[in-house]
């Protein structure tokens, strides 16, 4: 069983604890583990963008622009499919 399963089976066997179940209905506890996952959130955000902008003072590509590659190498192979989809009309119609 690996680390990700596990803890997910031992956070079900805890939400079923009525103790857990009666700490969860406190409005303070459920304040704090909403700000703890904003929290995440920015922390994530703040260390995605420190590592973009050291990628981009070592001249790296960074994820966000592989991803916009990818886009537009996806685009243009459609519009490629599509012109020689016409071209076979075009051939086939003649």
Known sequence: MDLKNLLLSR???LMQDPRVAKLM???RVLKTLMQAV???GK?????EERVARVAKSLNLVTRKEVRELERTLRK???????ARAEIEDEK???
């Open 11 to 13: 956070g079900m066997k």
């Open 25 to 27: 209905q406190d409005p």
């Open 38 to 40: 904003a929290l995440r």
């Open 43 to 47: 922390v994530q955000e703040t260390f």
């Open 76 to 82: 243009m192979e459609r519009e490629l499919d599509a």
């Open 92 to 94: 086939a119609s003649k």
